[in-house]
T-cell receptor, first 117, second 111 residues
Framework: GAGVSQTPSNKVTEKGKYVELRCDPI?????LYWYRQSLGQGPEFLIY????????DSGLPNDRFFAVRPEGSVSTLKIQRTERGDSAVYLC???????????????FGEGSRLTVL | TQLLEQSPQFLSIQEGENLTVYCNSS?????LQWYRQEPGEGPVLLVT?????EVKKLKRLTFQFGDARKDSSLHITAAQPGDTGLYLC???????????FGGGTRLMVKP
């Protein structure tokens, strides 16, 4: 597609439920990032993929959060036993990273707004 | 994790005024990016600066990277209502491709 696509755009769930958020990056982009953004704040880093592997998952808050990118394209962020504090907009971004030293331009999707009741 | 602090957090000005937004850290970054985000959308890149002391201009926007590559500023001349949005700085670490974002400056320009 022309840009980064995220689904669903909105998700309302109950505390304790399992949630999957999907990201379809720009075709050919090798790097994929997940960020979480709370109202009025900047994006908080969660995890970064280079190809199929998680190059940096230091931002995942706990073991309830997990992300995969099995074929190096689409990625899924999985949240188990959701808590009210997980409510936020989850942003996905992709990048065509040629430079191994510094980050290139990140192209963001519109985000998935998660509300845990 | 390297932290980036942005100031001010909120700024409300009249059309035609000038403003400066600051992004500060105690850590050195290999590069620094500025993004603008509108409600319901993802951030969109405005500029990347990589060299200490570098100044880049984008129409009415002037971006500066500090000599020590620890801080940056964004200056907007003659602000317009279309400049309204959340301005985010993001620092790239010396190794790897991870970007750390600041908390953002929410700008409102009133006509």
């Amino acid at each position: 597609g022309a840009g980064v696509s995220q689904t669903p755009s909105n998700k309302v769930t109950e505390k304790g439920k399992y949630v999957e958020l999907r990201c379809d990056p720009i075709s050919g982009h090798t790097a994929l990032y997940w960020y979480r953004q709370s109202l009025g704040q900047g994006p908080e880093f969660l995890i970064y993929f280079q190809g199929t592997g998680a190059a940096d998952d230091s931002g995942l808050p706990n073991d309830r959060f997990f992300a995969v990118r099995p074929e190096g394209s689409v990625s899924t962020l999985k949240i188990q036993r959701t808590e009210r504090g997980d409510s936020a907009v989850y942003l996905c971004a992709s990048s065509l990273t040629r430079d191994r030293v510094r980050a290139g331009e990140l192209f963001f999707g519109e985000g998935s707004r998660l509300t845990v009741l | 994790t390297q932290l980036l602090e942005q100031s001010p957090q909120f700024l409300s000005i009249q059309e035609g005024e000038n403003l400066t937004v600051y992004c500060n850290s105690s850590s050195v970054f290999s590069s620094l990016q500025w993004y603008r985000q509108e409600p319901g959308e993802g951030p969109v890149l405005l500029v990347t600066v990589v060299t200490g002391g570098e100044v880049k201009k984008l129409k009415r926007l002037t971006f500066q990277f500090g000599d020590a590559r620890k801080d940056s500023s964004l200056h907007i001349t003659a602000a317009q209502p279309g400049d309204t949005g959340l301005y985010l700085c993001a620092g790239g670490e010396n190794a790897g491709n991870m970007l750390t974002f600041g908390g953002g400056t929410r700008l409102m320009v009133k006509p």
